[in-house]
């Protein structure tokens, strides 16, 4: 049974790992442990007592709760912080009841990873109430049991008389013994996102986060305490990863009795919500990982359980067609017939998805204008929307399309019909990025514009994909729609508005495969993913960036949520120049594959080299977008990188090596392969023979010339 109560303690168990929770005599709740697994009745309550200590501070701050509040001897971040109607923030919650149910349930208005049969996992609900303001708050569990990947989120309500105004709630807040660890997150920048970050975590407190309205580009919803010791392959890791894609707050903290805390959840600069007497808010839900084997076997847990639990819909396990997009091959200069020839070229060459990318609509011939006029331009498309699509199709080739739903250019229609259609404060100016405002998609009537715009460009273009950009980040983040005393709600009824979109339409063109995209990946979140199965991982399309971009977002997210594309050179972005072989041998590897080039400039060579990389993906995508994945040599700082696909039963493996820099006089790399059977025999695609030992224990070993140079060879095992 994965969850078990007895004596006052819940232990949750699932894979190789189990999290106890204790209810203590004063009802108050406990984290007793988390970590690698331990038989059901383990773990004794009094670990988690200071036996006669004497200190300055009250027990209360040294307990490992697992729901710090504050204004009773707690002085580090609240997991709930509620202001009541008598004026202070004492919250005092202590257990009444609890249940034990088997599956998963979904949560209201929010993404969340789910179930397919209620046997996958089991949930547990504790109840815990302060009676003198009325406040209650539900934590929900579920863990999985073959994965032992828990998710955490909670329900707040305001059961009492009075309105309560809460100003804090963390998805999760997670005691951890011992202060010897490593922070672990993913930061960056518009085209250099999710470069892994480790630092000691020393004695304080390390905060990430996130205020723009969006999870951003330069944090992710992700964190990690790694033990000392922990690599890729082993070591101790405890990450969290947040389901959901507007701000947040992530951090980890030491006290004074030398033990950590990590937490995630909603960023109380930008975040407050009134709760009126029988009023509820739900968090959103939180994973926790633990990995005993290092930061792969973490990444393995959460890459399984977002692709198949966290994705969904008629895309989610299938192969994702080839594409070429025109954004770098045209920018905004392009009409039908150069589109057409585009993707006709593209045909020839084995591409199965034509992608029209910006400025097809209104007047858009720079950034300037236009969004939110969703009626094609008729001086580049003079047959709509529909005469573009129909000759695609013509070429047996599937249709797709760009939109931005969520912006609106104040040089548009749209803008001059409805200016209160944006976030802003009355009386200041609306600050433009990129020339554009966003949206209030708190209101239900901007909703509905959103959700029938994009419904009938969908409609009409008969798009077999649409790649849903967002381009900027929130200023003035606030709806004059609200009231005065809910404004500071703006940001988290944006993003409950944006997934009510996404699931109207999501729900409403089941066969349409969705890619998000943020300033590429600006957005790059599991809240995105449930919606949409693939994001485009960056802006940045140069092959070596795209090396540590693809690392770096591999910490957490499955391959088969990153777009990856082959793009022109020199690279529009870093001016490098690589080698046709290179950009598609890291693409290719990369996820969702496609090219991002005016194809019909190519000469006869390239286009040759071209077919040869695209039946190279669609070889390998099965592999690629499904296999168990694992970084192997990290590109930060080094002259090679290095990862591998296993596929599921194991007669497959894919090894991808490449090189940045060359270096005179070194011997061939050789790097160690890992989950392979150490007894069969592996045949590579020369016909050479090894054995799964020698390249396990050995290494894969691999001659690579020059800088900027590739080998990915494909391992079938011999039966
Ligand atoms: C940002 C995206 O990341 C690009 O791929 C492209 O679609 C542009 N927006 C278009 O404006």
């Known amino acids: 049974m ?135 708050v539900t934590l929900q569990y579920a863990v999985f049991e073959a994965s032992g990947a828990i998710t955490r989120s909670m329900r707040i309500i305001n059961a009492g008389p009075d309105p309560l105004s809460l100003r804090g709630a963390l998805a999760a807040s997670v005691p951890l013994w011992g202060s010897d660890y490593d922070v672990l997150h993913l930061k960056g920048s518009w085209a250099r996102e999710r470069t892994p970050v480790r630092t000691p975590l020393g004695q304080g407190k390390y905060e990430i986060g996130s205020q723009r309205g969006a999870s951003g580009h330069e944090e992710n919803p992700f964190l990690a305490l790694c033990g000392k010791g922990a690599g890729e392959h082993s070591g101790e ?53 633990y990995s005993s084997r290092g930061l792969n076997g973490m990444s393995r847990i959460y890459h399984r359980l977002y692709r198949t639990r966290l994705a969904r819909g008629f895309w989610r396990d299938r192969p994702r067609p080839v594409l070429i997009n025109n954004w770098e091959g045209t920018y905004f200069d392009f009409d039908e017939e150069k589109l057409y020839r585009i993707a006709r070229d593209g045909k020839e060459l084995g591409v ?130 609200l009231p005065p005393e809910q404004r500071m709600e703006s940001q988290h009824r944006y993003m409950l508005g944006l997934y009510e979109i996404l699931e109207e339409i999501t729900r409403n063109f089941p066969h349409v495969l969705f890619e998000s995209c943020s300033g590429g990946g600006g957005r790059f979140d599991p809240g995105m993913l449930y919606y949409m199965p693939q994001t485009w991982t960056s802006d940045n399309t140069d092959a070596v960036s795209r090396l540590g971009i693809q690392y770096g977002t591999s910490i957490v997210y499955p391959i088969s949520a990153m ?107 050789r790097v160690k392969m890992h989950g392979l059977d150490p007894a069969a025999t592996y045949r590579d695609e020369t016909g050479k023979l090894y054995s799964g030992a020698s390249l396990m224990y050995l290494g894969f070993s691999a001659c690579i010339p020059g800088d900027f140079g590739s080998c990915v060879m494909l391992l079938e095992k011999v039966e």
């Open 2 to 136: 994965p969850i078990v109560y007895r004596n006052r303690v819940f232990t949750l168990s699932g894979g190789d790992i189990s999290y106890v929770l204790h209810v203590n005599e004063d009802g108050k709740l406990m984290n007793l442990y988390w970590g690698k697994r331990v038989p059901d009745h383990a773990v004794h309550p009094e670990l988690s007592d200071y036996p006669g200590f004497a200190s300055f501070d009250l027990p209360v701050y040294w307990l490992p709760s697992e729901l710090p509040t504050l204004g009773q001897g707690w002085y580090g971040t609240p997991a709930v912080d509620v202001l009541n109607a008598q004026g202070d923030h004492v919250v005092d919650l202590r257990v009444t009841e609890h249940r034990i149910i088997p599956g998963k349930k979904g949560l209201p208005g929010l993404p969340a990873v789910y179930t397919e049969e209620d046997g996958e996992a089991c949930s547990l609900e504790i109840d815990l109430a302060d009676p003198l303001t009325g406040l209650a």
């Open 237 to 289: 890791v405890w990450g969290v990863s947040l389901v959901y894609s507007g701000s947040f707050l992530a951090g980890a903290s030491t006290d004074n009795a030398g033990n950590s805390r990590l937490y995630m959840g909603m960023n109380p600069q930008v975040f407050s919500w009134l709760l009126q007497p029988g009023e509820s808010f739900q968090t959103p839900e939180a994973v926790l990982v």
């Open 352 to 481: 199965e998805l034509f992608v029209m990318d910006d400025g097809w609509f209104g007047r858009r011939n720079s950034d300037n204008c236009s969004l939110g006029d969703w009626t094609a331009n008729p001086s580049k498309l003079p047959r709509g929307l529909a005469g573009l699509s129909d000759r695609i199709h013509g070429l047996d080739m599937l249709f797709g399309i760009w939109m931005e739903p969520e912006m609106i250019s104040p040089d548009s229609d749209l803008f001059r019909a409805h200016p209160d259609w944006c976030l802003h404060v009355p009386g200041r100016a609306r600050t433009e990025e990129r020339n554009q405002l966003i949206l209030d998609l708190t209101r239900k009537e901007v909703r509905e514009y959103v959700t029938e715009a994009v419904s009938s460009v969908l409609r009409e273009s008969r798009a077999d994909y649409l790649k849903w950009d967002m381009n900027r980040n929130m200023t003035e983040y606030f709806s004059p729609a």
């Open 563 to 669: 777009g990856a594309h082959v793009s022109a050179v020199p690279n529009h972005q870093c001016r490098r120049t690589t080698s046709m072989e290179m950009r598609g041998d890291v693409a290719l590897c990369g996820g969702a594959f496609g090219f991002e080039l005016d194809v019909t400039s190519l000469s006869p060579e390239e286009k040759e080299q071209a077919r040869g990389v695209i039946a190279r993906a669609k070889e390998l995508r099965g592999l690629v977008q499904q296999g168990i994945f694992r970084r192997l040599l990290s590109p930060f700082g080094a002259r090679y990188a290095a990862w591998q696909f296993v596929r599921e039963d194991g007669k497959q493996a894919l090894i991808c090596i490449y090189r940045i820099l060359s270096e005179a006089n070194m011997p061939p790399v």
